[in-house]
């Protein structure tokens, strides 16, 4: 199988950097967890939820396609119509506890919000 789920699955290298963090977040890609101040505790994820996620953070403020993610993170060229992508997200969704937030984008797929910032006045405004 060339470029397909079994280079994920296996654990293979595919690219990613070693870590990605996004509001004080980091995904381990190489140990497949989670951790941050604003989680309970570490975070394992499986290979797919690694992937998904990885290019979820890579790509923070970005909206997402399905598709996109189906290509570029699972490996699979042609998946129109399927619904892993909502499987795999609902379950980051569930397991990140609001940690991060990944938005549905109807119709086209998600996107990780990144953080607003704020700035704060120095003169007490």
Do not use: F, W
């Not at 690219?15 to 890609?29: F, Q, Y």
């Not at 129109?80 to 086209?108: M, P, Q």
């Amino acid at each position: 199988m060339i470029g397909g789920r079994g280079a994920v699955a296996a654990g293979r290298p595919t690219g990613r950097p070693a870590s990605i963090s996004v509001a004080g977040v980091t995904l381990d890609t190489s140990q497949r967890r989670v951790v941050g101040d604003a989680l309970r505790h570490d975070v394992p994820l499986t290979p797919l939820q690694t992937a998904v996620l990885a290019h979820l953070m890579s790509r923070a403020g970005e909206v997402c396609s399905r598709q996109d993610l189906m290509r570029d993170a699972l490996g699979y060229p042609n998946a129109v119509g399927s619904r892993t992508i909502d499987v795999h997200v609902a379950t980051l969704r569930s397991k990140l506890d609001g940690a991060l937030r990944i938005r549905a984008v109807r119709g086209v797929g998600y996107a990780l919000e990144r953080p607003a910032v704020t700035e704060r006045s120095d003169d007490g405004e």
